[in-house]
């Protein structure tokens, strides 16, 4: 299942949080996209900064979406332990989901929202429910640990995208 590029990938969102705590990393990805983007107009939210890149504002909905599927699959992983993950198709979502239409304020409400009832679930797991599992597609077994540490390494790759775009 696993390819060259999916261990690159891997490889890639690990380098990010390596050295640094989840937890406070995804705590801080909404105040932190918030302050980014204030009084940024919504223009440059909008503008693509090369071809076939995402802008600001279709930044915002993946990472909305992306939260979706991390609650989705804590839960199961912990429910189920050893569940299937499914893959998903980031690009089918970008246009059905209509990213480039969607407004970047409404975006981040939907992430702060699901984000902040993903960070209380966390809060209460004990130990054990920290290392269930599920095995995703493409990417193979993973702890609910280790899905807390790619999610935050996914935050800082967009954050670092986001914080170029607006040029801070």
Same mark, same amino acid.
């Given at each position: 299942m696993s390819t060259p590029a999916i261990e690159a990938y891997k490889a890639r969102i690990a380098s990010f949080i390596k050295g640094r705590d989840p937890l406070p %990393? @995804? $705590?801080q990805t909404v105040p932190t996209l918030t302050q980014l983007i204030a009084g940024v107009p919504d223009g440059k939210l909008r503008e693509r900064p090369a071809p076939g890149k995402w802008s600001v504002a279709e930044l915002l909905a993946h990472l909305a979406e992306a939260e979706i599927v991390a609650t989705w699959r804590y839960r199961q992983m912990i429910e189920h332990d050893g569940s299937p993950l499914?893959?998903?198709d980031q690009e089918l979502w970008h246009r059905l989901g209509q990213y480039?239409? $969607?407004k970047p304020e409404e975006s981040?409400? @939907?992430f702060r929202l699901l984000r902040e009832a993903n960070l209380q679930m966390l809060d209460k797991l004990t130990e054990q429910e920290w290392e269930r599992c599920g095995v995703h597609a493409e990417r193979g077994p993973t702890t609910v640990r280790d899905l807390v540490k790619q999610i935050a390494g996914h935050d800082l790759n967009h954050?670092? @995208?986001v914080q170029?775009? %607006?040029? @801070?």
């Open positions: %990393v @995804q $705590r499914a893959a998903y480039p239409s $969607r981040l409400l @939907q954050l670092e @995208q170029k775009i %607006v040029g @801070q």
